[in-house]
């Protein structure tokens, strides 16, 4: 059964217990890494999974804490003799810094190297990512200091959804886009420029049509602006553990 594994959800500064926010979709045909602030070689082992399985990458935007750890990443596969492609997903903005980034380190004359498959997304609410027999994801721009998208998978054999907002402002296209989610994870960093607390994160919930929605938010923490999460729950739909 296709599942979703958070090996990450701390804000731009991890702590030794949470590193920065990445997740990673697991079917028998595809694995998928949601952004990779660090390498997250360790923590895809510590779920039990090997690296080298990873098929595809989706990266929501260029910030340091969900991109600066690909060049790594990528530098590791082709030092294990990765042969396979792997597909990186991202908007045009996203993606031509990240190739850029990686012009940096030469990686055209890296001998032997893996085919890297740029899919670049057009600025569109619900476009089209990856769609095979375990998930379909959709992307739709949410509202943060650059360029950035948040997700939607919906699972095929369960038909249960997933809506991810990635960092953002509370906005009707996170809305639109957890329309009937069984999940929403939103962030919580606080209720700052580009992003939302606790709070905000619960009215959000609050909207979206399916009854007994469950609703989580990226914990925060080491920063002031963060609001808890529980002092808030009152404006969640759903219980919170």
Not at 203 to 224: F, H, L, Y
Request: charged share 20%; with cysteine; net charge negative.
């Amino acid at each position: 059964m296709p599942k979703v594994i958070i090996l990450g959800s701390s804000n731009a500064i991890p702590t030794k217990g949470s590193e920065n926010t990445h997740m990673v979709l697991v079917g028998k045909e595809r694995m998928v890494l949601i952004d990779s602030g660090s390498n997250p070689i360790l923590r895809l082992e510590e779920a039990g999974l090997d690296f080298n399985d990873l098929t595809d990458l989706i990266l929501t935007h260029f910030h340091p804490d969900h991109a600066s750890g690909i060049p790594l990443l990528l530098m590791d596969m082709w030092l294990l003799g990765r042969e396979s492609p792997l597909h990186i997903y991202g908007l045009h903005y996203t993606l031509d810094r990240l190739e850029s980034l990686m012009g940096f380190y030469n990686w055209s004359d890296w001998p032997n190297f893996f085919p890297v498959i740029f899919h670049r997304l057009p600025i569109k609410e619900m476009t089209p990512v990856l769609d095979c027999s375990d998930f379909t994801i959709h992307a739709s721009p949410v509202r943060h200091f650059i360029p950035n998208i948040g997700l939607r998978v919906e699972f095929t054999r369960s038909q249960k959804v997933m809506a991810y907002s990635c960092d953002t402002e509370p906005c009707e296209e996170v809305v639109r886009l957890s329309e009937n989610a069984d999940v929403l994870i939103h962030e919580a960093t606080g209720e700052t420029p580009g992003h939302s607390s606790a709070r905000q994160a619960g009215e959000v919930a609050k909207k979206q049509a399916r009854a007994g929605c469950i609703s989580s938010t990226i914990r925060p923490v080491n920063t002031r602006a963060a609001i808890p999460l529980r002092k808030q729950a009152s404006h969640f739909a759903a219980s919170l553990p």
